[in-house]
């Protein structure tokens, strides 16, 4: 499986700084973020190969603490985790709503407990 890759459109990302004890974020970084995804309504490109996660042109490595899940009453599926965007850490919040939805939440487990035990 070291070829492993899943790509979908997202409906909604959310990236923050995180944990709160690592290096703070300058405020141009932070900006550019909250412009190009935070707060950008249009669907987002993700990637997920084995040890990396893509969010359109932003590669997050180093993941940890990953949660994927269907909240209740939502045709959904969110994923939450931990990582490093170039040399700062971050927490990021990824949801999407397609109707191909449990296609995706069956693979991001497939590539969770293959890769992330």
Do not use: R
Not at 23 to 38: F, R, Y
Not at 82 to 94: C, G, K, L, M
């Amino acid at each position: 499986m070291s070829d492993f890759k899943i790509e979908y459109l997202a409906d909604k990302v959310f990236v923050h700084h995180w944990p709160k004890d690592t290096p703070v974020w300058n405020d141009s970084l932070q900006k550019e973020l909250d412009t190009s995804i935070n707060k950008n309504s249009k669907k987002k490109a993700i990637t997920v190969t084995t040890n990396q996660i893509q969010i359109e042109t932003y590669t997050f490595t180093s993941l940890q603490k990953i949660g994927i899940s269907i909240p209740f009453f939502k045709d959904e599926c969110t994923m939450i985790f931990e990582a490093q965007f170039e040399q700062v850490f971050a927490h990021i919040h990824i949801t999407m709503k397609s109707n191909n939805f449990l296609d995706i939440f069956n693979q991001l487990i497939s590539w969770k407990n293959n890769f992330y035990q």
